[in-house]
């Protein structure tokens, strides 16, 4: 038997607040560097069990909404990667 790695992964409701430049930053990240929201990204804000963590969109963040005195709101789930992990164990196989 070898020892086999499963992640597993939690789902996190998130908010952003952002004043108007910040925003434009966000969009372009979310729209080029990560693909319309589909690549993988570290962050450091906390996971479910804490921590910092490995993310992605689950579908693309919320249209942005304007509350005055406050900014700009964008509303996503994110996937997060290592939430904790479980050892498994594989029976079989000759290996190689």
Do not use: C
């Not at 992964?9 to 990240?29: G, S």
């Not at 969109?57 to 479980?86: D, H, L, T």
């Amino acid at each position: 038997m070898r020892p086999m790695q499963r992640d597993r992964h939690a789902f996190q409701d998130v908010d952003f607040v952002y004043t108007h430049d910040e925003l434009a930053v966000f969009t372009e990240w979310v729209e080029t560097s990560l693909v319309k929201a589909g690549a993988w990204f570290t962050s450091t804000w906390a996971q479910p069990q804490g921590g910092a963590g490995v993310r992605r969109f689950v579908g693309e963040p919320s249209y942005p909404v304007y509350y005055p005195s406050v900014g700009w709101n964008v509303r996503a789930m994110v996937e997060v990667r290592g939430a904790g992990a479980i050892d498994v164990f594989s029976a079989g196989g000759s290996g190689g």
